[in-house]
């Protein structure tokens, strides 16, 4: 068994876009953003820590939500992590912090970065992300690393990918088909209207179908947990309506953060736009049990599940 809490954190980010040049007053704004986001997330770790979860969870952009326009937000020398490596030994914690946006040294560019972090602050695992959603691409670099899996202290391999990366089967497969990953994390940063206005005219809650169709799919078809860990629209801990209306180009984040695995789909769902932490465990004889059933990872090995092969 592994214990693993899920934070559907409000990101604060009222910090509006930069002036030519950058103001005094956005400056400030920026900082006082990551300072509130910093300390919901300690609150959020002594929580877990209190609950004795073994690995604890952000969403995507955690500390000021997404920069575009405010690109000079980006890190430049790794002292995000440094910190989060820094709170997941304070807590003692396994810490997946979401994710950082940070400026690389040699190309100049921006990459979206998480990290998984155990309770000692090593990081045992890092990735950038892959597949941008389609406003990022004007401003951030696709990484082209591929993805990978590392060995937990709980005797589990974990593979992460970030929000839009989930939508790609092919992911899947490589890390937990080829590689051997059982549990796969993914941070995202979900909206209601990101199915576009022609998508919210055939159905306003389109995003949610996919999501909550999504998440146990990957976790079936491979025969793995999967968590998903999206932002709060919400931080107010009242229960609420979702939106009547949603508004093509007004944020409105989704939640529907879900720890989902074979046999059972969700375990344990914030079925809601609000600020919450979730925990849950998870049983790794469970997914024995799936491979034992379903034989996915026995026949993807053996050649018998079809690969596309592409020629000119």
């Not at 990366?165 to 995202?188: K, S, V, W, Y």
């Not at 979900?190 to 055939?202: A, I, M, S």
Request: glycine share 6%.
């Amino acid at each position: 068994m592994v214990k693993v809490a899920i934070v559907q954190l409000c990101v604060v980010d009222k910090a509006a876009p930069p002036t030519q040049p950058l103001s005094i007053q956005q400056d400030t704004d920026a900082k006082r953003d990551l300072a509130t986001n910093l300390k919901t997330i300690e609150r959020f770790l002594g929580q877990a820590k209190e609950q004795q979860a073994d690995i604890v969870v952000f969403p995507e952009y955690s500390l000021f939500g997404v920069i575009s326009g405010r690109e000079h937000l980006a890190d430049t020398d790794k002292s995000y992590v440094k910190l989060f490596q820094e709170l997941a030994q304070k807590y003692q914690v396994d810490l997946v912090p979401g994710t950082i946006v940070e400026k690389d040294k040699e190309d100049g560019k921006l990459y979206n970065y998480t990290y998984y972090i155990d309770k000692s602050g090593e990081i045992l695992l890092t990735y950038a992300k892959y597949h941008l959603w389609h406003p990022e691409r004007d401003y951030m670099t696709a990484s082209k690393d591929g993805y990978k899996v590392a060995q937990t202290r709980h005797g589990i391999k974990v593979g992460l990918c970030i929000c839009w990366d989930a939508i790609a089967p092919e992911i899947f497969r490589d890390m937990c088909l080829e590689h051997g990953a059982q549990l796969i994390i993914c941070p995202a940063y979900w909206t209601f209207d990101d199915c576009g206005e022609k998508g919210l005219r055939h159905n306003t809650r389109s995003e949610m179908l996919l999501l909550n169709s999504l998440c146990p799919t990957r976790a079936i078809e491979n025969n793995c947990a999967f968590v998903f860990v999206n932002a709060a629209n919400n931080a107010s801990a009242t229960p609420g309506e979702d939106p009547e209306e949603v508004q093509y180009g007004v944020e409105h984040l989704l939640g529907r953060s879900q720890i989902c695995v074979p046999f059972k789909g969700a375990i344990g769902k914030c079925d809601h736009d609000r600020q919450a932490m979730l925990i849950r465990e998870v049983d790794l004889d469970l997914i024995h049990d799936a491979e034992d059933v379903y034989k996915i990872r026995r026949d993807w090995k053996d050649g018998l599940i079809y690969r596309a092969t592409h020629t000119s």
